[in-house]
Structures are given as C-alpha cells and as structure tokens.
C-alpha cells in the first residue's frame, strides 16, 4: 500500500507538468480576448514554459542527485502548485506569461527525477513495468490537454485549467511527504558545478529561443544565425567544464555507454514525432476539416488510448526482451501513421483519422517506456537521476526543433501551392468568354483573397460576389444596363469560377499538409536506427543469467 501511495504521488505531480504543455493551446483565444495583445505575444503562454522547461532540466536533475530527490520534487511541485493558483487570478498578459515561466521551471523540477524516485521506491523487477505505467502517463498527459482544455473552457473559463493543478498538488505534497523516502547520488558530492550550470543554461537557452523565434527571424536572418551560434559556443564550454570539472553535473563517462546514447537519441526523434502529429493533425482537422478546437482535442486524444495498452505491455516485456525491437518498431509505427496522414482529405472521415493516431499512440507507447526503462538499467544505479534529466531534455529539444522545422515546411508548401492556384485562377478568369471584363478585374483582384487558407470558399465567393455588386454600381450608366441584362447568368458564371477556383486552392492546401506529413515521416526514421542501439545485446544461453544485463565498466 504504501509503494501504492508513494507512486501515485509521483504520477501526480509528473502528470500536472506534462499536461501543461498542452492543455493551454486551446485556451489562446479566450486568453486574448481577455488581455488583448498580439498572436506572436500570446504565443509566448506556451513559449514561455517551454524555453524554461528545456533550460533548467538537466540542472534540476543534476540538484535532486546532490541534495535529495525528494525534498526537490517538493520544491518542484509547491512551485507548481503556487504558480498555477497565481496564473488563474493574472491581471495581465505579462504577469500571466511571467508565472508561465516559473511554472517551466518546477516542470523541469519535477519531470526528470520522477524516474529515479521511481526506481528507487520499486525493485529490480517491478521496473519494467513501472516505467511502462509512466510511459502510459507521459503519453495520456500529452494527448489528452487539448481535449480536456477544450473541456474545461467550454464549461468552466480558462482560469480552471490552472485552478485545477491545486488540489492535484497539494494531494501530491502530503503523499509525498508521508510514503516517499528520501534518496539521492552519493557519489555527486555536495559542491554546485557553476560552470556547468552556466554552460547548459546559455546553451538550451540560445538553441531553444533561437527554434521557437525562427518563424519570426527566418533560418538565414543573422539573429537566428547569431543565437544558434552562442548555443553552440556555450555548449562547447558546458563540455569543457565537464572534462575539467572535479565534480561535474554530467559525468562523461554516461557518454561512453552505447546504449544510453542510444535511448538519448531515439528520445530527441520521439519528442519530434509526438509534436509534430499532433501540430499538423491539430491544424489539419480544424483548418481543412472544419473541426471547433474542442472536437479536434478530442480526436487527438486518442494518441493516448493506444499509447496506454502499448506502454503497459511493452515496459515490462522489455525488461526480458530488451527495447532495442520495441524501439525500433514503435518509431516505424509513429512513420507509418504520419505517412498514412498524408492520405487525408478535407472530407476524409472521422474513423479515417482516428485509426491512423491510434496507431501513432501504439507506436509512442513501444517506443518511450521501453527507451526509457533502457535509459535507466544500462547507467550505474546512482547515476539514474542525471541519466533521467538528459533523456527527458532531449525529448524536450527534440520537440522544439521538429516544430521549427515542420511549421516552416508547412508554411512553405502552403504559399507555394495557393500562389500557384491563385495564378491558375487568374489566367482561368482571363480566358472566360462569359464574363463581363470589370467582374474579371474583380475576381483577379481577390486572387489574394482565394489563396488565403483562413477563409472557407463559402466566404471568399460571398465576399468577391459583394465587391461585384459594389464594382456593378460604379459602372457607366449603359455597362449597368448590359450587366443588368445579363446579370444571372454573370452571377452563375461568377460562382462556377468561384467554385472551380475554391476546389483548386482546397486541393493546393491538402497537398501542402500531405508533402509535409510525408517529410515529417522520413525526419522520424533515423529514431528507429538508434533504438536499435539503445539497449544491450542479450547474452546467449549458457552466458551468464538470462534475461540480464551487464553494465559497462565505469
């Protein structure tokens, strides 16, 4: 019973950090109607919780080992549960994205040294399947935010989705405090590696701004160029500090084990899968199917309904069998699934998307319990922590730079395809033997219009159908008797080329979402290539006890 406590307090407090990182997305609107401000400083609700979380992870990881796993996490989660009561009364954007960041930073308190306390509070053998158990979580967490975001706006108002993190963290503080026992590194020491905090804060920090900006700065413009390269120069000294460093936060002999690099690496192209699936399918359903964000939410959850039976199954089987083929089919399965959602249309059906992200679910749930529970048995006992912390740090960065680069390709495909709809229709216009020349002038004028991929068809014809009328007016007294004339059968061509021109940018659009899912799919490969090396080779039989693992020589 205890062991019963103890780990609900820890699914506590992991489960608030992780749903934060997207239950917000839906709640946006009713943010900015609230405090006004622009879509780039809106942004920064989400932004500023991310860029807080990737920075202070690994030194979070690196403090618990020192000072006491426990007494952090509590730290973490009164920080939490303090800043989430604060954020539901925020009188303004700047105070609201401020207390965002601070709860960034307890979410990077909290989420590396749930496994470690994990691992610690169950044996040897319980943790296979534990960790599945978290996996499942981790996965529930994710999918599930827009969906309950969107559930608790409709029903509730915004300021409920942080109101909601107190009782949970509080709950998770008393258990915590009752049934957890306090553990930590003995072999980290006592003093605080400064250089080392100094050189992975600078990095994650410049790497990080520089990924979630370059959609305003452009990946040529020197500001991104500028940022990329101070996160790589203080990267570099992170490494110094750690080479020379008495007592350094990472010791460098984590990085001489195959199979931690391994799992570290499937991690990153996992964190990149999850984000980019539910970004584009987010977008898809409700820019292309018309879906409400509530509806959207809702399909998207179930990400998390395959990704529990698959995490549950796959955590413990991988304790016998290793995750090196759970990996690697679980990164197939989420390409698979990406690959297929290319096959979408805009009135595909619902039953077409869902089986598709279920599949994803399954594949995350293979894969990052798994990789995850490989991270931790191949590093020595005492070193889970900061193994921990770098694995959840590169699924967090990994993330980052998938959006980076498949928000940019999306914008990409979509310009270049609506602008080459947008030229057809003019030319289109142009060669029409029914319409009057000044309806043509119209119709070419709202080529922008067209190519706008906001606005439904039923909305550009009513407005260029508008402009027509208003053009009709201004006419010489004898063009307005010859379009009176004439004037349903102007109006039926009008709308035919409407029409024609709508399918053709409706189509460019799909197209554009289908090049992108498929790229997005082959960006996700090289994550089955390294679970293949994120576990140990089993010893045949006859070679020592079966089914375990030998660690490597520090």
């Given at each position: 019973m205890r062991k019963a406590f103890s780990f609900t307090a820890i699914v506590l407090g992991f489960f608030m950090a992780l749903l934060d990182t997207t239950i917000i997305n839906i709640a946006l609107p009713e943010?900015?109607?609230?405090?006004?401000?622009?879509?780039?400083?809106?942004?920064?609700?989400?932004?500023?919780?991310?860029?807080?979380?990737?920075?202070?992870?690994?030194?979070?990881?690196?403090?618990?080992?020192?000072?006491?796993?426990?007494?952090?996490?509590?730290?973490?989660?009164?920080?939490?549960?303090?800043?989430?009561?604060?954020?539901?009364?925020?009188?303004?954007?700047?105070?609201?994205?401020?207390?965002?960041?601070?709860?960034?930073?307890?979410?990077?308190?909290?989420?590396?040294?749930?496994?470690?306390?994990?691992?610690?509070?169950?044996?040897?053998?319980?943790?296979?399947?534990?960790?599945?158990?978290?996996?499942?979580?981790?996965?529930?967490?994710?999918?599930?935010?827009?969906?309950?975001?969107?559930?608790?706006?409709?029903?509730?108002?915004?300021?409920?989705?942080?109101?909601?993190?107190?009782?949970?963290?509080?709950?998770?503080?008393?258990?915590?405090?009752?049934?957890?026992?306090?553990?930590?590194?003995?072999?980290?020491?006592?003093?605080?590696?400064?250089?080392?905090?100094?050189?992975i804060t600078g990095a994650m920090f410049f790497i990080t701004y520089a990924l979630i900006?370059?959609?305003?700065?452009?990946?040529?413009?020197?500001?991104?160029?500028?940022?990329?390269?101070?996160?790589?120069?203080?990267?570099?000294?992170?490494?110094?500090?750690?080479?020379?460093?008495?007592?350094?936060?990472?010791?460098?002999?984590?990085?001489?084990?195959?199979?931690?690099?391994?799992?570290?690496?499937?991690m990153l192209f996992v964190g990149a899968g999850l984000m980019n699936i539910s970004l584009l399918t987010s977008f898809f359903l409700t820019r292309m199917m018309g879906m409400t964000e509530l509806r959207a939410g809702l399909v998207l959850s179930m990400i998390a309904v395959g990704s529990i039976v698959s995490s549950a199954l796959s955590g413990p089987l991988s304790n016998k069998y290793g995750s090196q083929l759970f990996?690697?089919?679980?990164?197939?399965?989420?390409?698979?699934?990406?690959?297929?959602?290319?096959?979408?249309?805009?009135?595909?059906?619902?039953?077409?998307?869902?089986?598709?992200?279920?599949?994803?679910?399954?594949?995350?749930?293979?894969?990052?319990?798994?990789?995850?529970?490989?991270?931790?048995?191949?590093?020595?006992?005492?070193?889970?922590?900061?193994?921990?912390?770098?694995?959840?740090?590169?699924?967090?960065?990994?993330?980052?730079?998938?959006v980076a680069i498949i928000v940019t390709v999306l914008q990409q495909n979509t310009s270049d395809g609506l602008h080459a709809a947008s030229v057809r229709a003019v030319k289109a216009v142009e060669k029409d033997a029914v319409l009057q020349p000044f309806l043509k002038t119209v119709i070419a004028d709202a080529a922008g219009s067209l190519a706008n991929v906001e606005s439904s068809p039923a909305e550009t014809s009513e407005k260029v159908l508008k402009e027509a009328e208003l053009a009709a007016a201004r006419l010489a007294p004898s063009d307005q008797q010859a379009f009176a004339a004439d004037r349903s059968r102007q109006t039926r061509e009008m709308e035919l080329v409407l029409s024609r021109a709508g399918e053709d940018m409706?189509?460019?659009?799909?197209?554009?979402?289908?090049?992108?899912?498929?790229?997005?799919s082959l960006i996700m490969l090289p994550g089955a290539v390294f679970a293949l090396f994120s576990d140990k080779r089993r010893k045949r039989k006859g070679a020592g006890v079966p089914g375990e693992l030998t660690l490597p020589q520090q």
């Open positions: 943010m900015t109607r609230q405090f006004g401000g622009s879509v780039s400083q809106i942004s920064w609700v989400i932004n500023g919780y991310n860029l807080a979380f990737a920075v202070f992870i690994l030194t979070a990881s690196r403090l618990a080992d020192q000072f006491g796993r426990k007494k952090i996490f509590i730290i973490g989660v009164v920080l939490f549960t303090v800043t989430s009561l604060l954020a539901g009364f925020a009188s303004s954007l700047g105070m609201l994205i401020g207390l965002r960041v601070l709860q960034g930073l307890a979410g990077a308190i909290i989420v590396p040294v749930t496994i470690p306390l994990t691992t610690t509070t169950f044996p040897k053998e319980m943790h296979g399947l534990i960790i599945g158990i978290w996996g499942a979580v981790s996965g529930v967490a994710a999918a599930s935010g827009p969906a309950l975001g969107g559930i608790i706006t409709q029903n509730l108002n915004w300021q409920w989705i942080f109101f909601v993190n107190v009782p949970l963290g509080v709950l998770s503080v008393v258990l915590t405090c009752l049934f957890i026992q306090e553990s930590r590194d003995d072999t980290a020491g006592r003093s605080i590696d400064y250089g080392g905090t100094l050189g900006k370059v959609q305003d700065y452009g990946w040529n413009s020197r500001m991104t160029l500028l940022l990329l390269a101070a996160g790589v120069l203080f990267l570099v000294f992170f490494f110094l500090t750690q080479w020379k460093g008495k007592e350094p936060m990472l010791p460098l002999s984590l990085l001489r084990i195959p199979p931690f690099n391994g799992a570290t690496l499937t990996g690697a089919v679980g990164m197939i399965m989420m390409a698979g699934a990406m690959y297929s959602l290319s096959g979408l249309h805009a009135d595909s059906t619902i039953p077409e998307v869902l089986i598709r992200l279920v599949v994803a679910g399954i594949g995350t749930g293979f894969t990052m319990a798994p990789v995850m529970s490989s991270a931790v048995r191949n590093v020595p006992e005492e070193k889970v922590g900061i193994s921990s912390g770098i694995t959840n740090m590169a699924k967090s960065l990994g993330g980052v730079i998938g409706k189509h460019e659009a799909e197209q554009a979402y289908s090049r992108t899912y498929v790229l997005a």
